[in-house]
């Protein structure tokens, strides 16, 4: 099925006007609310997932999970369910896209400001912090999951930040999205317990939001992974390279921060969001 095949259909109480991504999981697509004129972000499940009973009852208890989340850096859901064999999640929109794309900008412009950069991991690990404290765990925290409102300050660069997807990584388990199946961008985000297929717990996020705040910091990644081996033998052995020998003027303080999230053990990590950010 195409893209464009639902562009102009409404789903719920929304009307899919344009498409925005495509992943393994599924379409997301710019909508509108038909009454409210409301804009929302519409994520379609790919449907080889949502035609599985089973898959289709965790889609639904794990977006009733996310939807309870309520913080100004999590991306709020508006609704969710299942129509004429379509599951489907509502979402806030986030106007200027991900921390990706902004970071993608970068490399071919002038060096990231550490003090936007630094901005933007506080939002994210105070979004952890609230979904930590109601036992909710993200598991795939990247660039791409971390969504940018550009605030309009006059002569300055700022904006709001916002955690998307909570929820997703855990329906990948049994979808035929592992771990081993995922893109070369979530394996270098990977905490050394998920390599190992360990118990997880909010310090894995912290791992995964290190290695965000290494790459803003210093533009590269601790870690190149070329497969899942590379990725269990790095995360678990290789120390991280120095930031400050990568980008000398990151204060000797920021570079204690960065490698404490990075820590092999989660408990010599930052137990809390809050205490990160």
């Known amino acids: 099925m195409s893209?464009?095949?639902?562009?102009?259909?409404?789903?719920?109480?929304?009307?899919?006007?344009?498409?925005?991504?495509?992943?393994?999981?599924?379409?997301?697509?710019?909508?509108?609310h038909i009454y409210l004129e409301r804009p929302a972000?519409?994520?379609?499940?790919?449907?080889?997932?949502?035609?599985?009973?089973k898959f289709q009852s965790r889609f639904l208890q794990e977006a009733k999970s996310a939807a309870s989340l309520k913080h100004p850096n999590i991306v709020d859901i508006y609704?969710?369910?299942?129509?004429?064999?379509?599951?489907?999640?509502?979402?806030?929109?986030?106007?200027?896209?991900t921390l990706?794309?902004?970071?993608?900008?970068?490399?071919?412009?002038?060096?990231?400001?550490?003090?936007?950069?630094?901005?933007?991991?506080?939002?994210?690990?105070?979004?952890?912090a609230a979904a930590h404290a109601q036992s909710v765990i993200h598991r795939d925290i990247k660039p791409d999951n971390l969504m940018l409102?550009?605030?309009?300050?006059?002569?300055?660069?700022?904006?709001?930040?916002?955690?998307?997807?909570?929820?997703?990584?855990?329906?990948?388990?049994?979808?035929?999205?592992t771990a081993t199946n995922a893109t070369m961008g979530t394996l270098a985000y990977m905490s050394p317990e998920q390599c190992t297929a360990g118990n997880v717990d909010g310090r894995t996020d912290i791992y995964a939001l290190g290695v965000v705040l290494y790459e803003v910091?210093?533009?590269?990644?601790?870690?190149?992974?070329?497969?899942?081996?590379?990725?269990?033998?790095?995360?678990?052995?290789?120390p991280p390279p120095s930031p400050r020998q990568i980008r000398s003027d990151i204060p000797p303080q920021l570079e204690d921060v960065i490698l404490r999230c990075l820590a092999k053990k989660p408990e010599d990590r930052y137990a809390t969001g809050t205490d990160l950010s």
């Open 79 to 97: 609704e969710f369910g299942e129509q004429n064999g379509r599951l489907y999640l509502v979402m806030e929109l986030m106007k200027d896209g």
């Open 100 to 128: 990706r794309a902004l970071l993608q900008r970068r490399t071919s412009g002038s060096p990231w400001p550490l003090a936007l950069g630094l901005d933007l991991i506080r939002q994210a690990a105070e979004g952890l």
């Open 3 to 32: 893209m464009m095949d639902l562009v102009g259909q409404t789903i719920g109480q929304y009307r899919i006007e344009t498409p925005i991504d495509a992943g393994g999981m599924g379409n997301v697509y710019r909508g509108i």
């Open 149 to 177: 409102n550009r605030i309009n300050v006059p002569g300055s660069e700022q904006y709001t930040l916002k955690i998307s997807d909570f929820g997703l990584a855990r329906l990948a388990d049994g979808s035929g999205l």
């Open 217 to 238: 910091a210093t533009g590269y990644l601790p870690f190149q992974i070329d497969n899942f081996n590379d990725a269990l033998e790095k995360h678990l052995h290789m």
């Open 41 to 53: 972000a519409i994520k379609v499940i790919r449907t080889n997932l949502a035609a599985n009973p």
